[in-house]
């Protein structure tokens, strides 16, 4: 009895001084509002976690690039290699890439750090250009979402920047190759072309000042960059709600999930020890970047076969399609076989993805917020579009390395340009319309299945002789994702008055009719009026 008293008075002395602490916390700090936070609840979906994957990548990078921080001299002074990887000794390189070299071979577990730093760079892009997608195509990029997909595209042009700037840091043959190639870029630009060059590399090419520029941006202006836009999209992604797919019980008011704490701290942080053992055993198993078969970068000298990492695979795509053109005015050469691949096409790759919400908006005419993941099959037109993009894409990535292709297979150099020149016209626009066809049978299908049921592969003969396939009903939940579906309706020819123009109002008109002229409506009047109890019928937003 003594020793449950004891008890007792110990387990109230240590509520109260719980009690008191949260109260001068709370006072001081926003505990209750974190308390709210913690119960913040987020949607289970597998292809949630692709931004995961991509903030944990960016976290490994951070981890792996400090410690490479420690041993990496960023010089381009000539030094005279007298290291342990023989095959070098004697050889004249830059300090830079004496270090590097000495990271890979003289470091204890230099080259398995570096070549996780190299991996996880790899997959923090591909994630993020996944995870783009996936907004892209479940229309998750709506109002009110418009600014995050914007930081979301600058994520990623930023991650491009970082990618390139950490892979020239080594000034081996491959990444001077690539620097080569970027400061004939930079000559293309009319007028300011040459002035644009000797700042980059501090005077002519390729200078003593480019590596030192480079690791100060790779390691401190683009990270921070990135840290803070990172901060910024978390901040939206908790005050804008999680989108969550369509379901029984989900609506655009609501979000149904795990909680923030327990659960999805406890799933999430099992996903970044995932991610970073998985980085690790890439790093053990699979070679990456090997500077030292490499060699030096010297100016006179190019390295044959040369590819860059992927995301700046379809830029050297379109560099060896675009055939050779050049224009001299006023005693200026404006080389478009350059400006037009490299400087024009990037510019308006990234000007679409920035401008596209606010275009869709327009010819919808939904002002509505959305917080309800859309089917890909449930927009045709812009699924069709995005896998347009990735055919484009992939035509210009596959291009980059159509030397490699050539002396592979046997094949002439020529013919496979010629060959990925029409790809690259006539693949994008059949995607489009091949995509757009198959969702709107999809979409047929999943009426058919919403009015007959599912069939059950048993046949029955009836009176008449004959034979019928019996169905069965589709449970609650995939009938209620299946009249979720809403088909917004073209807008009306005539625009509204004061608002535009008649030949905009045309425009615009015309452009809704393609994106939704062509609908299937998930039931008729007949199979709306026989929805369940509690299931509304899909509608149009209101305009």
């Known amino acids: 009895m003594v020793l449950k008293r004891r008890r007792a008075r110990a387990g109230a002395r240590a509520r109260r001084t719980a009690e008191h602490t949260v109260t001068w916390a709370d006072g001081r700090l926003p505990v209750s509002e974190g308390g709210v936070l913690l119960r913040k609840a987020f949607p289970e979906h597998w292809s949630f976690l692709l931004g995961e994957i991509a903030l944990y990548s960016f976290v490994v990078l951070l981890l792996t690039g400090v410690w490479l921080t420690l041993f990496f001299h960023p010089s381009m002074t000539d030094v005279v290699y007298d290291g342990s990887y023989r095959p070098l000794v004697g050889v004249t390189m830059s300090e830079a ?202 100016p006179d000298t190019v390295s044959a076969g040369s590819q860059p990492d992927w995301y700046v695979g379809f830029l050297e795509g379109a560099l060896r399609l675009m055939p050779p053109f050049e224009t001299s005015l006023a005693g200026h050469t404006l080389m478009w076989n350059v400006l037009v691949p490299a400087v024009l096409l990037p510019g308006v790759l990234f000007t679409v993805l920035y401008a596209y919400p606010f275009f869709e908006r327009w010819v919808t005419g939904d002002r509505e917020e959305h917080h309800l993941c859309d089917r890909p099959r449930d927009a045709p037109v812009r699924t069709g579009l995005g896998v347009a993009a990735i055919c484009f894409y992939a035509v210009l990535t596959a291009a980059g390395g159509n030397d490699i292709l050539a002396r592979t297979f046997g094949l002439s150099l020529n013919l ?16 489009l319309m091949v995509t757009k066809r198959v969702c709107l049978a999809l979409q047929e299908r999943e009426r058919e299945r919403l009015e007959h049921g599912e069939e059950t592969g048993e046949l029955r003969q009836t009176l008449t002789g004959g034979y ?76």
């Open 416 to 431: 496979l340009t010629w060959v990925f020149r029409v790809c690259l016209v006539v693949l994008p626009p059949l995607a």
């Open 97 to 298: 890439y004496r270090s590097t070299v000495d990271i890979s071979f003289d470091v204890r577990g230099g080259l398995l750090i570096r070549q996780v730093h190299h991996w996880a760079a790899l997959v923090f892009l591909s994630a993020i250009g996944v995870h783009l997608l996936r907004i892209f195509f479940t229309g998750a990029f709506r109002r009110p979402r418009e600014v995050n997909w914007m930081i979301g595209v600058t994520l990623f042009l930023l991650a491009l920047a970082e990618g390139f700037a950490g892979y020239s840091l080594p000034d081996d043959l491959l990444s001077g190759t690539g620097l080569r190639i970027a400061q004939g870029i930079m000559l293309s630009i009319p007028v300011v072309g040459t002035y644009l060059s000797m700042f980059v590399f501090g005077g002519q090419y390729p200078g003593h000042d480019l590596v030192p520029r480079l690791y100060s941006l790779h390691i401190l202006l683009i990270p921070g960059l990135l840290l803070a836009l990172v901060t910024v999209h978390l901040i939206l992604v908790f005050y804008l709600k999680h989108t969550q797919w369509a379901g029984r019980g989900r609506t655009r008011h609501n979000v149904v999930g795990k909680p923030l704490f327990p659960q999805f701290a406890a799933g999430s942080t099992g996903l970044f020890f995932m991610v970073f053992g998985v980085l690790t055993v890439f790093a053990a198993l699979a070679q990456i970047n090997p500077i030292w078969v490499y060699g030096p970068y010297r």
């Open 468 to 543: 019928v396939e019996s169905s069965t009903p589709l449970d609650a939940e995939e009938r209620h994702v299946l009249r979720s579906r809403r088909e917004p309706l073209p807008l009306a020819p005539a625009p509204p008055a004061g608002e535009e123009s008649p030949e905009v109002g045309r425009l615009r008109a015309t452009l809704s009719e393609w994106y939704y002229g062509d609908r299937v409506d998930p039931e008729d009047s007949a199979g709306a009026e026989a929805a369940e109890p509690g299931e509304a019928p899909a509608a149009g937003p209101e305009r």
